[in-house]
């Protein structure tokens, strides 16, 4: 990067952070650190829900997604308006009313301790490894701009969110949120914007989707019932809206948002505007990539997105097969820019016939580039069986550092920066209200004052800030991230909303029941997804409903009282 961007990175990184710490000034008590001092309004919690949400994994992996797969993971989302009626209808009440710290308090109320101890430790174990691939995101950007081993920009990264977040604890992270999510919707409307401007002169915003569909990479929609297509509009309003109802209304780090709003309505109306905006806003994040997808059409990509992997290659004793994989690859995509050029006239001729033999050229050409892809994909194993292979995180991050005007290259790196801080602060903020409030305080010291709280929250967050950075460290075999973070909750949320439905509207299902529900559950889950029995948003649904089928059958053959 230029001084420029390095300018302009360190400028808005510490504003931001700054008037989020400014805002906050130190929580004083356990309210103040975990929940804000209940004092937020709809549209803080609204774009801290958001926020949170939206990682630097999102804004790194999912225009690589869409750039390999297309648009279709936009289905992943269909479930989420109605999983945000659902929410505000029965759980925000309900949390509100019993005035809880955490989702987990209600459950012990509801059945007994060791069921909310069950439900707490599965989402401790689940959110830990999540937000250490949201600190990983973050290091693949620093080690690309730096060279430097990733390990040393993981721990870096780490450091900073985690002396941030012991800090400032909820209300700085809120603030700091409320005011990165302005300037993100703003890069992201640049970013668009600027691959439509260095497009050829021939071509314009209207073109590059034509071209991207031609490609199939606009495959929104999928209505073919399928449990082994991950996307597809099933999976996306059934099994999204049993994830969504789980994330949203019983993970800690969602929960905490809307708990620290003023009062029910104000937390509602933050749901509502988070189920209104989420689906627009990742749309134009896939609609990126397929943009970059059809620039890279007309300009020459590298054979390997991921520097790191390339410069080892270069360096070892398959560097010369390596090279002519290379350029065959530039030989590969230079014919597939005159099919392409054939297929832009074709559609500017209104040509139907000429348009499909372009198209079918595109095609054949494309499988091309990609075999010989494959071939330095498995040339890098051979050389190194550690290789990572997958570059998808790594094609939005080289197209922004390559091609975009300077100045403006710090700001979208700031942005995934941001986006990563926010989305890893309240994670660390969860982990520590958890972990503070079900375990520490309901089993050691039920009598502490605010102090000792506060200052365990703050040792916990440290704990679990060091406990991600090590998940971090050890996660680049997971493929692209925005699938493997979500990937990663289904193999708990189903469980976990299981069991929050059977406490609302199953009242004569008692805490053994459920208990051993749960693990039975958890068992045959993971079995499911070791086997891949199903795509991983089915595994929601049959977790939820498995939880509730077979605690209902225990309570009436075993458990009768």
Known sequence: MSGIDWCVLAITLLSIVSYGLWKSRGAKNIEGFLLADKQLPWYHVGLSVVATQASAITFISEPGLAYTDGIRFVQFYFGLPLAMIVICVTFIPMFQKLNVFTAYEFLEKRFDLRTRLLTAFLFLLQRGLSTGLTIYAPSIILSTILNIDITYTT?????????????????????????????????LFIAAFMVVHMLPDNIGFIDALHIAGKMGKLNAIDTKFDLNNRYNIWSGIIGGFFLQLSYFGTDQSQVGRFLAGKNVTQSRLGLIFNGLIKIPMQFLILII????????????????????????????????????????????????????????????SDNVQAVNTARADVLEANQKSQIIHKKVTDLMIKNNPKADTNDTNYIFLSFVTQYLPKGLIGLLIAIIFLASMGATASGLNSLASTTVIDFYKRIYNKD?????????????????????????????????????????????????????LVAFYMKKVKGKAVFYAAIITEAFILFAWNANLMAFLWLNVIGCLLVMIIGWTLQKLFFRQ
């Not at 780490?158 to 703003?186: C, R």
């Not at 059809?294 to 054979?303: A, E, L």
């Not at 704990?463 to 998940?471: D, P």
């Not at 971090?472 to 925005?482: D, E, P, Q, R």
């Open 155 to 187: 721990l870096l990264t780490g450091a900073i969110v985690i002396m941030y977040t012991v800090y400032g604890g909820t209300k700085a992270v809120s603030y700091t949120q409320l005011f990165q999510m302005g300037i993100i919707f703003s890069g």
């Open 448 to 500: 502490g004052g605010d102090f000792i709280y506060l200052f365990m929250s703050r040792l916990a967050t440290i704990f679990w800030g060091l406990f991600c950075v090590i998940v971090a460290i050890y996660v680049s075999k997971l493929g692209n991230l925005i699938e493997a973070v979500n990937i990663l909750g289904s193999l708990f949320y189903g469980i976990i909303l299981g069991i929050f």
């Open 289 to 348: 990539g397929t943009l970059v997808f059809s620039f890279y059409q007309f300009h020459q990509p590298p054979v390997f997105f991921n520097k790191a992997e390339v410069q080892r290659i270069e360096n070892s004793s398959h560097q010369d097969e390596f090279h002519k994989l290379e350029l065959d690859f530039q030989e590969a995509n230079q014919y597939k820019q005159q099919r392409i050029n054939q297929l832009v006239n074709a559609l500017h």
